[in-house]
Nanobody, 119 residues
Framework: QVQLAESGGGSVQPGGSLRLSCEVSGNILSFNTMGWYRQSPGKQRELVADITKGGGREEYVEYVDSVKGRFTISKDNVKKTVDLQMNSLKSEDTAVYYC?????????WGQGTQVTVSS
C-alpha cells in the first residue's frame, strides 16, 4: 500500500520562502503523476504543480498560473520524494498543501501540511 508523508509547512512573512517535501512509501510504477495541491478554507482543492512521468525518461511539469516563476517542483526517483520550493510567498498562498500520487487510476493523498503567509 502506498503512503505519502509531507513535511516542511509552517508560517512565513510575505516574500519569504518555504520548502515542502513528500516521501512516498510503497511501489511507484513507471507511469505516474506526482505533485502538490492546496486547499484554502471555503475553496476547492486546486492543483499547484505536478510532474507526469511516462514509461521512458521524459517528464512533463505543469504549474497553476498563480505560482509560475515563484514555485519549483522537483522529484527524486531514487529517494521517492517530490519537493515544492516556494519563493516570494504571498498571503493568498496560505492553505493546506497536499502531496498527491496518481498511478493506475488510483489517487493517493498525504495528510496535508499547513502553510501560512502573514505579516
Amino acid at each position: 500500500q502506498v503512503q505519502l508523508a509531507e513535511s516542511g509547512g509552517g508560517s512565513v512573512q510575505p516574500g519569504g520562502s518555504l520548502r515542502l517535501s513528500c516521501e512516498v512509501s510503497g511501489n511507484i510504477l513507471s507511469f505516474n503523476t506526482m505533485g502538490w495541491y492546496r486547499q484554502s478554507p471555503g475553496k476547492q482543492r486546486e492543483l499547484v504543480a505536478d510532474i507526469t512521468k511516462g514509461g521512458g525518461r521524459e517528464e512533463y511539469v505543469e504549474y497553476v498560473d498563480s505560482v509560475k516563476g515563484r514555485f519549483t517542483i522537483s522529484k527524486d526517483n531514487v529517494k521517492k520524494t517530490v519537493d515544492l520550493q516556494m519563493n516570494s510567498l504571498k498571503s493568498e498562498d496560505t492553505a493546506v498543501y497536499y502531496c498527491m500520487l496518481r498511478q493506475s487510476g488510483i489517487l493517493t493523498w498525504g495528510q496535508g501540511t499547513q502553510v501560512t503567509v502573514s505579516s
